[in-house]
């Protein structure tokens, strides 16, 4: 069984930034490409970021390019976000997921990925 835990999440002034962690269980980590979503009230739960599972690869969503950066550390079987310049409508609870497949790709759709954390709210003060 694979359980992923955030931390990290918090306050922020806008312009400031945030660094997500997310520490997975499991001795398969490596192998697999992790995602972030976040989900704002009353939203669908949106693709953020995801990376592969050597960190060669990485795909961002539009809203955060530039501004966010995913990483992964497969020695501490931990997922990054760090996130800079933040905006208010960054304001959401961010998810950490694992992908079903262990494979070498990058996937930007919930359906891809089978194992979720439990969340941890960032909220943007303008």
């Known amino acids: 069984q694979v359980q992923l835990v955030e931390s990290g999440g918090g306050l922020v002034q806008a312009g400031g930034s945030l660094r997500l962690s997310c520490a997975a269980s499991?001795?398969?980590?490596?192998?697999?490409?992790m995602g972030w979503f976040r989900q704002a009230p009353g939203k669908e739960r949106e693709f953020v970021a995801t990376?592969?599972?050597?960190?060669?690869?990485?795909v961002y969503a539009d809203s955060v390019k530039g501004r966010f950066t995913i990483s992964r550390d497969n020695a501490k079987n931990t997922v990054y976000l760090q996130m800079n310049s933040l905006k208010p409508e960054d304001t959401a609870v961010y998810y950490c997921?694992?992908?079903?497949?262990?494979?070498?790709?990058?996937?930007?759709?919930?359906?891809?990925?089978?194992?979720w954390g439990q969340g941890t709210q960032v909220t943007v003060s303008s």
């Open positions: 997921a694992r992908s079903r497949w262990a494979s070498s790709g990058s996937y930007v759709y919930r359906q891809d990925y089978d194992y």
């Open positions: 499991g001795r398969t980590f490596s192998t697999y490409a």
């Open positions: 990376i592969s599972w050597s960190g060669a690869s990485t």
